[in-house]
């Protein structure tokens, strides 16, 4: 297991990896802060590509990340966090909006709870999802960091 530490103009970014790819991404100046174990090794070439690809982000030439990413949860998790990917750099999508687009309409809380727990934020981007009225609801990293976000892509939405 391996870790880096990123310098974004957001903050410092913690980021994790196995051998399979990113297993986790998280703003430390947030309540979303990890600890990194003793047992990862630093070694910032392993995360070569995900700088750069953070780079072009908070540039604003990277619309979308193409990284191997190995978030570890439950498969309902895994269902909710793949379908996050597919909400495009500037679009807000609602709870009931992914409730929907894993076929369970009825799991809006449970699909909450999921993009909650999404361990690599910001390239799986839970912060694209608000509330049906518009507003920013809950983000691990706070609210005024999900608001920097999305402003910085470009996203409509209601403070």
């Given at each position: 297991m391996y870790y880096s530490i990123y310098q974004s103009?957001?903050?410092?970014?913690a980021l994790t990896a196995d051998d399979n790819g990113l297993t986790?991404?998280?703003?430390?100046?947030?309540d979303a802060a990890i600890s990194i174990p003793e047992n990862f090794q630093q070694n910032d070439?392993?995360?070569?590509?995900?700088h750069q690809q953070l780079d072009q982000y908070f540039a604003g030439s990277?619309?979308?990340f193409d990284l191997p990413l190995a978030p570890k949860g439950t498969k309902f998790q895994q269902t909710?966090?793949?379908?996050?990917?597919?909400?495009?750099?500037?679009?807000?999508?609602?709870?009931?909006?992914?409730?929907?687009?894993?076929?369970?309409?009825?799991?809006?809380?449970a699909v909450g709870t999921a993009n909650g727990a999404n361990p690599?934020?910001?390239i799986i981007p839970c912060h694209r999802v608000i509330g049906s009225n518009g507003k920013?609801?809950?983000?691990?990293?706070?609210?005024?960091l999900k608001a920097k976000l999305l402003m910085h892509e470009g996203?409509?939405?209601r403070p």
């Amino acid at each position: 297991m391996y870790y880096s530490i990123y310098q974004s103009p957001l903050g410092e970014i913690a980021l994790t990896a196995d051998d399979n790819g990113l297993t986790a991404l998280a703003f430390q100046n947030t309540d979303a802060a990890i600890s990194i174990p003793e047992n990862f090794q630093q070694n910032d070439v392993v995360f070569q590509q995900v700088h750069q690809q953070l780079d072009q982000y908070f540039a604003g030439s990277r619309d979308t990340f193409d990284l191997p990413l190995a978030p570890k949860g439950t498969k309902f998790q895994q269902t909710v966090w793949q379908a996050l990917t597919t909400i495009k750099r500037g679009e807000t999508k609602t709870y009931a909006w992914l409730a929907e687009k894993i076929n369970n309409k009825k799991a809006v809380r449970a699909v909450g709870t999921a993009n909650g727990a999404n361990p690599i934020a910001l390239i799986i981007p839970c912060h694209r999802v608000i509330g049906s009225n518009g507003k920013l609801t809950g983000y691990a990293g706070g609210l005024s960091l999900k608001a920097k976000l999305l402003m910085h892509e470009g996203a409509q939405f209601r403070p």
